[in-house]
């Protein structure tokens, strides 16, 4: 069994900040990428942004520069500092990670539950 479990969300204010966690546990062998996506009400799910186990990144165009995603990879655990919030970065923020198993050949996609981020004065 794998599970990710998320934590950090809220309501903050315009401008403000927050910082979002995920942690990986269970029979884990490797995580190769780990990255936080985002679903507004109404909308698609959309990539907001995504670590390599080397440590590469990738941004949406909309968070580059506001938000920082980091990882810990002995913890297992992925991050995302989000500073200068607006009302449309509300939405729930899921964690993902590509994982493989011990004793399983294939990497799957695993999601966490998500967590509400509200942004609003």
């Known amino acids: 069994q794998v599970q990710l479990v998320e934590s950090g969300g809220g309501l903050v204010q315009p401008g403000g900040s927050l910082r979002l966690s995920c942690a990986a546990s269970?029979?884990?062998?490797?995580?190769?990428?780990m990255g936080w996506y985002r679903q507004a009400p109404g909308k698609q799910r959309e990539l907001v942004a995504a670590?390599?186990?080397?440590?590469?990144?990738n941004y949406a165009d909309s968070v580059k520069g506001r938000f920082t995603i980091s990882r810990d990879n002995a913890k297992n655990t992925v991050y995302l500092q989000m500073n200068s919030l607006k009302p449309e970065d509300t939405a729930v923020y899921y964690c993902?990670?590509?994982?493989?198993?011990?004793?399983?050949?294939?990497?799957?996609?695993?999601w966490g539950q998500g967590t509400q981020v509200t942004v609003s004065s």
């Open positions: 269970g029979s884990i062998f490797s995580i190769n990428s």
């Open positions: 993902n990670a590509e994982i493989k198993r011990y004793y399983i050949s294939s990497w799957y996609d695993y």
């Open positions: 670590i390599t186990k080397g440590g590469d990144t």
